[in-house]
């Protein structure tokens, strides 16, 4: 029997069509379905309805960021209600912001950002942030959360950004990969010991049952993930795991062949 996503690891409730039992599991990783956020494509149809007679990706990344800069007023914050006079106003804090802070300290205001996303949308809780979160009342948590909060304050409808490049994304792989299910991606570790293990059967002692945080970077590149690791994590990833990929926005989502995947539990193979 597969391994399932620890009870302390997950929400009861979260905001999309599956659970976070199922979708954090080890069966969803062997077999993945789609993954809709509640009433994002619906609310955003006529930008799906204008990408889908686009044939060139380019083209359709610059009607995406027209499409986003317009929503959420992303040049003209005043229009969405910003005040120059406000002491903590963070007016240009945007998905693109956020994306490139990430990149840089995934365990800084950004990193917190962006799991306390995924723990809302997809109710699965974070695992690292600054150091192991296991206790929900301890200070690493709780910095965790002081974190996310101060990401957010005085921003302007920020998960909602982030709930559209989501599903723009899964529309863009569909349309660039519509035969294919996973992606082999990489992800660089100095010691298997700092992730959490969980009880299965392993092929080999290359094969491990892993518990992977709620957000993680892995790259396209198993050279590129080498530099950041002495071992190389090889996954294979559902496509709908997918929150991002370097390639999505051309010019705007630079790294390291990077891509974003939300966690669960996975088989992942050391290298």
């Excluded at 120059?84 to 802070?101: F, T």
């Excluded at 690791?229 to 705007?252: A, M, R, T, W």
């Amino acid at each position: 029997m597969s391994p399932s996503l620890p009870r302390a690891a997950r929400l009861p409730i979260n905001r999309c069509n599956l659970p976070a039992v199922i979708l954090g599991s080890l069966s969803f990783q062997r077999h993945p379905a789609p993954l809709k956020l509640d009433g994002v494509e619906e609310l955003n149809k006529p930008l799906f309805d204008r990408l889908a007679i686009l044939d060139e990706p380019a083209e359709r990344a610059h009607v995406f960021m027209r499409h986003m800069e317009a929503t959420f007023s992303l040049e003209r914050p005043e229009d969405a209600g910003f005040n120059p006079a406000w002491q903590y106003g963070r007016a240009k804090a945007s998905y693109l912001k956020v994306l490139r802070g990430w990149a840089f300290d995934a365990d800084g205001r950004e990193g917190a950002v962006l799991k306390g996303w995924v723990e809302s949308r997809f109710g699965l809780l974070p695992r690292h942030h600054g150091g192991p979160i296991r206790d929900f009342s301890g200070p690493t948590y709780r910095h965790y959360l002081e974190q996310r909060s101060g990401g957010l304050y005085n921003t302007n409808s920020l998960e909602a950004q982030f709930d559209l490049l989501y599903a723009y994304c899964q529309y863009e792989l569909a349309r660039r990969m519509p035969r294919e299910t996973h992606l082999m991606l990489y992800r660089g570790v100095n010691r298997m010991g700092t992730y959490e293990e969980l009880e299965g059967e392993t092929e080999s002692g290359q094969h491990h049952i892993v518990l992977l945080n709620s957000l993680n970077s892995f790259s396209r590149e198993r050279e590129r993930a080498c530099e950041f690791g002495d071992n190389i994590l090889e996954v294979s990833v559902p496509l709908p795991k997918v929150f991002f990929f370097h390639g999505l926005l051309p010019g705007k989502l630079k790294g390291e062949a990077e891509y974003g995947v939300i966690g669960g539990v996975y088989e992942v193979t050391v290298l």
